[in-house]
């Protein structure tokens, strides 16, 4: 008889293992994201502030840039003005004029001296010394520029180095009219790149730093830091210059510098209402050398916190590894020891034990559902001869011999055939009739005969069987034992009609009992 083993928990057993890796890995991509998530944020606010701070810087330099420039273009304003009416003819004129401009220069921040120059490019008058040497500035750009354009407007010139004192300056001027319109001369303001220079040194930038102010054309003012070639350089082919400038006045983006390659968060400006452009960079370095140190601690914490988590996982993963497999060791030894339990160990069939037990269980059925349950008792003929004749070992062959074609000739699932005990073997056949229970021993008897089992012993030289059948309909609680007696009865009425035959009866469910106890009574008087 073959038997069901209880119901495995080995799956959630597995499935708690994919829970618990599953969960693992969760903790520790959640713990990824988040730290990727936050480093992200952290990076965007460094961006921003590095955005922000340039942009103040910028602004800063915007404002100094056009204060300067507004004095020095009032001052040449009024002075031009002062010439178109009054003439710079006589002496008298001259020396007011200069004194004029000696004052302006000190009283006015950011201006090195101011100049006059008649239509040759002479000195008429200016804020230096008596014993400046005289010289003649024709061959400049902006004197040219005022000579060839009847534009009255300011204009702010590239840097040249002054012939005076020989810095560095930037040339503001404005040009002077005759009364018929014509050209008369020009009126010159000098600015000192130092000037410029000095107070980008006072503005908050990292080494690396770069703050500059630049024409509209690309030529450099003043930097810082400064440059060598600071007059000759001009940053037009940048991308602030030829990408971004033309899309927008103002703005911020990164930047890689043409001049010394550094990369950095620049702020852009085209200052109101003059050609110049302010701007101001943070390296890239300066922006995020906090952050990367930030970014290697969370990166260095998160690596080792996902370690710990993937060697716990590995332990539990094991853990519940080896607790699967001693869970499967004992199903399986729980499965062996029910087979040890309810099956014969030799013939493999059912025990008495299980055999009784599915008795109980079947009759009960029978009696609630009113259906048919039978019997079948049979017993070996002449088997203590066949053990004597031809030993124990051949006597336990037979006897497997006899269960295989037991189980070969029982087909149902609900039946159950059995050893009884000794050489006797019983077998249950629920909602079976007796018609349907004496065809079943029939085929038995029938398979025995007709395996030619050798038996000396036997009259008729081969195995054979006697069998006992009885069905019962609807029986009552506990008849099985009356069904049982009546069984071997019949047993032994065909051991006693000759042995290999087949004998059986009805027994009504109500009389089952009643006619055992009878029949046991009439053994007794006999």
Known sequence: MKFLSPVSTILPRILLTKAVVGFISLVCLSLILATAWQMR?????????????????????????????????????????????????????????????????????????????????????????????????????????????????????????????????????????????????????????????????????????????????????ARRPTLTKLQTTNVSKGEIFSIYLPRNDSGTAVVKSIVDGVERVYAYRRLS??????????????????????????????????????????????????????????????NELDVIAHTDSLTRLANRRCFDQNLHKEWGRAGRSQSDIALILLDIDWFKQFNDHYGHLQGDKCLKQIADLMELNVKRP??????????EFVILLPETNLEGALYVAEKIRSAV???????????????????????????????????????????YCAKNKGRNRVEGRFLHNCFAAREFNQSQSKQTEV
């Open 41 to 221: 944020q952290s990076r965007s606010e460094r961006f921003a502030n590095a955005e922000m701070t340039v942009y103040n810087i910028v602004r800063a330099a915007e404002q100094h840039a056009q204060d300067t420039v507004k004095q020095a273009d009032n001052t040449l304003r009024d002075l031009v003005e002062r010439i178109e009416n009054d003439g710079v003819s006589s002496n008298d004129q001259k020396a007011r004029l200069k004194k004029l401009m000696a004052q302006n220069v000190v009283n006015i921040e950011g201006i090195q001296g101011i100049f006059i120059y008649n239509e040759q490019g002479n000195w008429v008058a200016n804020s230096f010394p008596e014993d400046t040497k005289t010289r003649n500035n024709s061959d400049r750009a902006y004197f040219i520029y005022h000579r060839d354009h009847a534009d009255e407007s300011l204009h702010i010139g590239s840097i040249v180095k002054s012939r005076t004192t020989g810095d560095m300056i930037i040339p503001i001027s404005r040009r002077i009219n005759a009364a018929d319109g014509n050209f008369a001369g020009v009126a010159l303001a000098t600015i000192p790149v130092t000037y410029f220079q000095n107070f980008f040194e006072r503005l908050d930038v990292d080494n690396k730093g770069v703050i500059f102010l630049a024409l509209n054309n690309g030529d450099l003012l």
């Open 273 to 334: 209402r003059l050609p110049i452009v302010a701007a101001a960079g943070v390296s890239f370095e300066h922006v995020f050398a906090p952050w990367w140190t930030y970014a290697y601690r969370s990166i260095a914490m998160i690596s080792i916190i996902v370690l710990a988590l993937a060697f716990l996982g590995i332990l539990l993963y094991r853990q519940i590894q080896q607790l699967v497999v001693a869970e499967g060791e004992l199903i399986d030894a729980k």
């Open 414 to 423: 609900i039946d159950l055939p059995a050893r009884f005990g000794g050489e």
């Open 449 to 491: 005969i007709n395996a030619h089992i050798e038996h000396s012993g036997s009259p008729i030289r081969k195995v054979t069987i006697s069998v006992g059948v009885v069905a019962v309909n609807a029986p009552e609680k506990d008849g099985y034992t009356a069904a049982l007696a009546e069984a071997d009865r019949l047993l």
